[in-house]
């Protein structure tokens, strides 16, 4: 996993920045009611999407939490007051206290089943019934978008989804959560270009090809022979599912 503390200063401008934010921010609201209430953004990085929720939901009380300390303080320069480090398997809050929370590219960076449950778990646990639950599925998928890039990576090696929707659906489930709707939106600005999935491999990137292995020379060395080194390739689509707490006797 990334050193998201040594990844802060660079994280934005490496990953869309202000044009994926938009995009992700309204996606997410079109599946979180328009109402007064407490919305909590678990594992916010920059809070980039975050300072959006709640610019654009002014009857929202939104909050940010991050585990990353480098993290935490980027968010809370851009929501002052309203960002707290937490690991998101221990929220710290109280029962039944939110109306939304949202976990955007998160469970994907879980190794471990038993993390993503845990989260679930969790962020079901915070949620008032009749709350919303927002997460990202299915993140690495969504960078296989059929180009001449996906064709050379193809054979390499790949560790479980596990933020795959039917996984996480189940997890939500077993939680006592309901699936309530889905959306997906754009990466503005992140689709690949040869050189640049070249570099990517050579650091590492790639969490199952570690730079210096000869698989990750070989797939560099194909990479290299495509044509237009410097062209960005289509834009990868992201995927969101959520998930409602039922209010008693519903």
Do not use: N
Not at 170 to 180: F, I, K, R, Y
Request: hydrophobic content about 40%; proline content about 9%.
């Amino acid at each position: 996993m990334l050193d998201y503390d040594r990844e802060a200063d660079a994280y934005d401008s490496s990953r869309g920045g202000e044009p994926r934010a938009e995009a992700a921010a309204a996606a997410v609201l079109g599946l979180v009611p328009d109402r007064p209430g407490r919305l909590l953004d678990v594992a916010c990085g920059t809070g980039i999407v975050t300072r959006r929720l709640a610019a654009a939901r002014p009857g929202l009380r939104v909050t940010g939490a991050d585990l990353s300390p480098a993290m935490a303080r980027r968010a809370a320069a851009r929501l002052p007051g309203a960002v707290l480090r937490a690991d998101c398997r221990r929220l710290p809050c109280a029962d039944a206290v939110l109306d939304a929370v949202t976990s955007i590219w998160l469970l994907h960076l879980l190794t471990d089943p038993a993390d993503v449950r845990a989260v679930v778990a969790e962020c079901a646990r915070v949620l008032r019934p009749g709350g919303v639950y927002v997460t990202t599925v299915d993140k690495a998928a969504a960078h296989d978008v059929g180009s001449d890039i996906d064709a050379v990576l193809a054979p390499r090696p790949r560790r479980p989804a596990r933020d795959a929707a039917d996984a996480v659906t189940a997890h939500a489930a077993g939680q006592g959560l309901v699936p309530v709707g889905q959306a997906s939106f754009r990466g503005l600005g992140q689709g690949r270009s040869p050189r640049d999935t070249v570099a990517d491999l050579r650091r590492g990137w790639f969490t199952m090809l570690p730079p210096g292995d000869p698989r990750t020379e070989e797939l560099a060395a194909r990479l290299a022979r495509l044509p237009d080194q410097d062209r960005r390739r289509p834009d990868p689509v992201f995927r969101l599912r959520a998930y409602r707490k039922p209010a008693p006797g519903a």
